[in-house]
Protein backbone atom coordinates (compact mmCIF):
# COMPACT_ATOMS: atom_id res chain seq x y z
CA UNK A 1 0.00 0.00 0.00
CA UNK A 2 1.25 3.61 -1.04
CA UNK A 3 1.60 6.04 1.49
CA UNK A 4 2.81 9.29 2.66
CA UNK A 5 2.28 10.25 5.80
CA UNK A 6 2.89 14.46 6.58
CA UNK A 7 3.80 15.51 10.40
CA UNK A 8 5.23 18.57 11.66
CA UNK A 9 2.36 21.29 11.60
CA UNK A 10 0.82 23.31 14.08
CA UNK A 11 0.39 26.67 15.19
CA UNK A 12 3.33 28.90 15.52
CA UNK A 13 3.59 32.78 15.51
CA UNK A 14 5.24 34.91 13.13
CA UNK A 15 8.85 34.55 12.19
CA UNK A 16 8.65 30.94 13.94
CA UNK A 17 9.77 27.72 12.59
CA UNK A 18 8.34 24.68 11.83
CA UNK A 19 9.64 21.25 10.35
CA UNK A 20 7.25 19.06 7.85
CA UNK A 21 8.01 15.67 7.55
CA UNK A 22 6.48 13.45 4.53
CA UNK A 23 7.21 9.58 5.26
CA UNK A 24 6.83 7.90 2.24
CA UNK A 25 5.96 3.95 2.15
CA UNK A 26 5.19 1.04 -0.49
CA UNK A 27 6.96 2.90 -3.32
CA UNK A 28 10.27 2.61 -3.98
CA UNK A 29 11.37 6.19 -2.87
CA UNK A 30 14.49 6.85 -4.61
CA UNK A 31 12.68 6.84 -8.22
CA UNK A 32 10.06 9.43 -7.09
CA UNK A 33 10.75 13.24 -7.26
CA UNK A 34 8.93 14.64 -4.13
CA UNK A 35 6.63 17.87 -3.76
CA UNK A 36 5.23 19.93 -1.28
CA UNK A 37 1.90 21.92 -2.03
CA UNK A 38 -0.19 23.89 0.07
CA UNK A 39 -3.94 24.81 0.63
CA UNK A 40 -4.82 28.32 2.49
CA UNK A 41 -8.07 29.15 3.01
CA UNK A 42 -10.51 29.80 -0.26
CA UNK A 43 -7.54 29.22 -2.56
CA UNK A 44 -6.22 26.59 -4.54
CA UNK A 45 -3.70 24.44 -3.68
CA UNK A 46 -0.12 25.50 -4.71
CA UNK A 47 3.44 23.75 -5.12
CA UNK A 48 5.58 25.10 -2.45
CA UNK A 49 8.97 23.02 -3.53
CA UNK A 50 9.84 19.61 -4.69
CA UNK A 51 13.08 17.69 -4.81
CA UNK A 52 14.41 15.21 -7.46
CA UNK A 53 16.26 12.11 -7.15
CA UNK A 54 18.74 10.89 -6.88
CA UNK A 55 20.35 14.07 -7.77
CA UNK A 56 18.48 16.34 -5.37
CA UNK A 57 17.47 19.12 -8.10
CA UNK A 58 15.48 21.46 -5.68
CA UNK A 59 12.62 24.02 -6.71
CA UNK A 60 10.97 26.80 -5.03
CA UNK A 61 8.16 28.86 -5.48
CA UNK A 62 9.50 32.45 -5.44
CA UNK A 63 7.52 33.58 -2.03
CA UNK A 64 9.27 31.00 0.57
CA UNK A 65 12.47 31.04 -1.68
CA UNK A 66 15.50 31.94 0.96
CA UNK A 67 12.80 31.23 3.90
CA UNK A 68 11.96 27.03 3.21
CA UNK A 69 14.24 24.47 3.03
CA UNK A 70 13.73 21.09 0.96
CA UNK A 71 15.85 17.45 2.13
CA UNK A 72 15.55 14.05 2.12
CA UNK A 73 16.55 11.50 3.41
CA UNK A 74 16.61 8.15 1.43
CA UNK A 75 17.68 5.75 4.77
CA UNK A 76 14.31 6.84 6.32
CA UNK A 77 12.16 7.55 3.27
CA UNK A 78 11.63 10.75 3.96
CA UNK A 79 11.36 14.34 2.76
CA UNK A 80 11.36 17.73 4.89
CA UNK A 81 10.46 20.70 4.50
CA UNK A 82 12.20 23.05 7.41
CA UNK A 83 10.39 26.58 7.37
CA UNK A 84 11.91 29.54 8.75
CA UNK A 85 10.30 33.36 9.36
CA UNK A 86 7.18 32.03 8.85
CA UNK A 87 4.33 34.51 7.54
CA UNK A 88 0.62 34.61 8.26
CA UNK A 89 -0.14 34.22 4.47
CA UNK A 90 1.90 30.75 4.73
CA UNK A 91 -1.20 29.61 6.88
CA UNK A 92 -2.56 26.62 4.92
CA UNK A 93 -2.82 22.78 4.52
CA UNK A 94 0.31 21.52 3.69
CA UNK A 95 0.52 18.42 1.47
CA UNK A 96 3.49 15.81 -0.08
CA UNK A 97 2.93 14.13 -2.94
CA UNK A 98 5.18 11.69 -5.35
CA UNK A 99 6.24 12.04 -9.20
CA UNK A 100 7.77 9.61 -11.31
CA UNK A 101 8.31 12.66 -13.47
CA UNK A 102 12.07 14.90 -12.46
CA UNK A 103 10.58 17.88 -13.97
CA UNK A 104 7.67 17.77 -11.62
CA UNK A 105 7.77 20.85 -9.64
CA UNK A 106 4.64 22.46 -9.13
CA UNK A 107 2.88 20.19 -11.79
CA UNK A 108 0.03 18.96 -9.63
CA UNK A 109 -1.00 16.44 -12.83
CA UNK A 110 1.81 14.46 -12.70
CA UNK A 111 1.82 13.52 -9.10
CA UNK A 112 1.03 10.06 -8.88
CA UNK A 113 -0.07 9.79 -5.40
CA UNK A 114 -0.62 12.14 -2.17
CA UNK A 115 -0.57 12.50 1.58
CA UNK A 116 -3.46 13.73 3.69
CA UNK A 117 -1.84 17.02 4.87
CA UNK A 118 -1.11 18.37 7.79
CA UNK A 119 -2.32 22.12 9.43
CA UNK A 120 0.32 25.01 9.50
CA UNK A 121 -0.95 27.84 11.31
CA UNK A 122 0.83 31.15 11.36
CA UNK A 123 -0.59 34.15 13.45
CA UNK A 124 0.52 37.87 13.41
Known amino acids: EVRLVESGGGLVQAGGSLRLSCAAS????????IGWFRRAPGKDREGVSS????????WYKDSVKGRFTISRDSRRNTVYLQMNNLKPEDTAVYYC?????????????????WGQGTQVTVSS
Open 26 to 33: GFTFDDYT
Open 97 to 113: AASIWDHARDKERVYNY
Open 51 to 58: ITSPDDRI
